[in-house]
């Protein structure tokens, strides 16, 4: 699986637009781009995913570059409940589809 | 629908004792899979399973074991526990459909003393 490499931390005051981002240069074709987020010490959840276009669901929005060796999670409005530590993984499509886990972004909302 | 359920969610354990940590979905998923988390690090993947029947090793199997004869339920035993092997354990489940994130339980908090 390709590596990726985040901020250690970044900070983010509430109400605006967090924007965490992520390089993998060493994606391939065959590698979706997928963000988690972990909220203390509960388990993982899943925010989005993406192949090569522009993803947006109800939690976050993810802009992923032409070439495919970066991507930006963006949370529009970020909240007190937003702050947690990022995960950005790249998976494969095929086989077992293992997620690597790296050390995230911890993000801090504050007020 | 209950997801993903791990029990115990705590336990004290003594070295060189032995336990089963428990893992149950209820999706019909086919892909299960342990990591484990030591402080302040990412998730480190124990042992996956694609199916029943079918288990494989991930990045840090040593002094664990895992079985899956059910679609529903993947326990991680633990033989003769070492400290090094307190840590957070979090069990996940997937569809195997292109694409489709992963749901995991709410964690065993493991303590060797």
């Known amino acids: 699986d390709a590596k990726t490499t985040q901020p250690t931390s970044m900070d983010c005051a509430e109400g605006r637009a967090a924007n965490l981002p992520c390089n993998h240069s060493?994606?391939?074709?065959?590698?979706?781009v997928y963000w988690y987020r972990q909220i203390h010490s509960q388990g993982p959840q899943y925010i989005i995913h993406g192949l090569k276009n522009n993803e947006t669901n109800e939690m976050a929005s993810l802009i992923i570059t032409e070439d495919r060796k970066s991507s930006t999670l963006i949370l529009p409005h970020a909240t007190l409940r937003d702050t947690a530590v990022y995960y950005c993984i790249v998976r494969e499509i095929q086989g077992a589809q293992k997620l690597v886990f790296g050390q995230g972004t911890r993000l801090t909302i504050n007020p | 629908n209950a997801g993903v359920t791990q029990t115990p969610k705590f336990r004290i354990l003594k070295i060189g004792q032995s336990m089963t940590l428990q893992c149950t979905q209820d999706?019909?998923?086919?892909?299960m899979y342990w990591y484990r988390q030591d402080p302040g690090m990412g998730l480190k993947l124990i042992y996956y399973?694609?199916?029943?029947?079918?288990?494989d090793k991930g990045e840090v199997p040593n002094g664990y074991n895992v079985s899956r004869s059910t679609t529903e339920d993947f326990p991680l035993r633990l033989e003769l526990a070492a400290p090094s092997q307190t840590s957070v354990y979090f069990c996940?489940?997937?569809?195997?459909?292109?694409?489709?994130?992963?749901?995991f339980g709410s964690g065993t908090r493991l303590t060797v003393v």
């Open positions: 999706m019909n998923h086919n892909y």
């Open positions: 060493t994606i391939s074709g065959n590698e979706y």
């Open positions: 996940a489940s997937s569809y195997p459909a292109t694409g489709n994130g992963y749901t």
């Open positions: 399973s694609v199916g029943a029947g079918i288990t």
